[in-house]
Every structure is written in C-alpha cells, then in structure tokens.
C-alpha cells in the first residue's frame, strides 16, 4: 500500500526567509502525481503545487517550488521570502492514477509558523 | 461560481444518534470523497466514488455510509456503530484518471454531546 510520511510536525521560518518542508512516500507504481496542499486556520484546502511523476523537471509556482527526486521517492517543498500568510499546515499527497483506484493519500502534515 | 458545498458547518449529535453530512459540487466531477480530519493524523479516506450508483470504502470506513445517487450529490452518514465520531470532515471531488486534482469543500466539524 501507498504510504506518505511527513516528518517535521512543525517548522518556524522568519518572514522572508527560505524554509523546506519535506516529504517520503512509498509506491510501486510508475505513473502517479504528488500534490501539496495548504491548510489555513480557515480549514479549507488549498492546492499549493503538483509534481507529475513522469516529468523530470520540478514544478514552481511563484515563491513556491519543489525538489523532486523519483528514486528517492522524495518530494520536498520550497518556500522562498516566506510571508506572514504563508502560516498554515502543509499536506502532501500522494495521487494513484494508475491502478484502479483514483484517491489521493496524505501525509500527517507539517505546521508551518511565519515569524514576523 | 463552481465549487463544492458542505454543510452544515458545525454538527452536534448525541451518543446512539445518526447523522448526515451533505456534500454538493456543480463542477461536474465524477470522482467524490469522504476524508476525516483528526489532530496529528492528516487526512484519511472514508469512502470515495467514481460514478454514480458505485462507491468504494476507504482506510477507515467502519461505522460510516454513503450514497451516490446523482453525479452532484455525495451524503456522508456517520452511524451510532462509529464509536468516536467527533472529528473534522472533508469532502472533495475531481476529474476521474490523469490530472486529477482534488478540490476541497470547507468542512464539517461533528462533535459528539
């Protein structure tokens, strides 16, 4: 079975600072996706990036950006010139789109505190 | 606007007692889920469907049942045999197969009086 570890239950970044937040995952599977999502105090999920796995180069979104390494099975995520909104939990997933099954498998998450 | 629709927001049930959580999306997805939020625990799967009249069970699918009758409408029903209910629910949808993100509603919070 498909598995997500996140192992930093909670980060501390100075406002416009750089912080990574990392990600392992476990899988046979060749084709699939990896996501990562942000949680504000509001609760409602936000998708941050995506990463398709048959693609070399790394996904950037803005400040956001990730270091993906497929043998490792890793997937990291790179805030640069953090800012105060940028406080959240992170969740990476794990999208499995090609078995049978089409669901998305998270991680326990990584709180995120932006310090001014 | 598109998106998803949970409601309500806040949820209280007394201990024996069913409950029905509503999820609605208008953005034509195929692919609906059910996922519990606890503390320290991330996300983890109740139930998910592809298609209408088909759903799967998830991780953690005891105590729980769902329904798929229309393509926008996906009811979450947390049974008495669920014996700790009291938790954070989301519900999402996507496209079925490649490039399926996952788009979230805001939640319910059930706590159990």
């Known amino acids: 079975a498909q598995t997500v570890t996140q192992s930093q239950p909670e980060m501390s970044v100075q406002e416009a600072e750089t912080v990574t937040l990392s990600c392992t995952y476990d899988?046979?599977?060749?084709?699939?996706?990896l996501f990562w999502y942000k949680q504000p105090p509001s609760r409602q999920m936000i998708l941050v990036i995506r990463?398709?796995?048959?693609?070399?180069q790394n996904a950037t979104e803005n400040r956001f950006s990730v270091n993906f390494q497929k043998a490792a099975k890793s997937f990291s995520l790179k805030i640069s010139d953090s800012q105060l909104g940028d406080a959240a939990m992170y969740f990476c997933a794990y999208g499995d789109y090609g078995g049978a099954t089409n669901k998305l498998i998270f991680g326990t998450g990584t709180l995120l505190a932006v310090q001014p | 606007d598109g998106g998803i629709t949970q409601s309500p927001k806040y949820l209280f049930r007394k201990e024996g007692q069913n409950v029905t959580l509503s999820c609605e999306q208008n953005?034509?997805?195929?692919?609906m889920y059910w996922y519990r939020q606890d503390p320290g625990q991330g996300l983890r799967l109740i139930y998910y469907?592809?298609?209408?009249?088909?759903?799967q069970k998830g991780d953690i699918a005891e105590g729980y049942s769902v329904s798929r009758e229309k393509k926008e409408s996906f009811p979450l029903t947390v049974t008495s045999a669920q014996k700790n209910p009291t938790a954070f629910y989301l519900c999402?949808?996507?496209?079925?197969?490649?490039?399926?993100?996952?788009?979230f509603g805001q939640g319910t919070r059930l706590t159990v009086v």
């Open positions: 990463q398709e796995a048959y693609k070399q």
């Open positions: 953005l034509n997805h195929d692919a």
């Open positions: 999402a949808s996507s496209l079925w197969g490649r490039n399926t993100e996952a788009f």
């Open positions: 899988t046979s599977e060749s084709d699939y996706y």
């Open positions: 469907s592809q298609i209408v009249n088909d759903f």
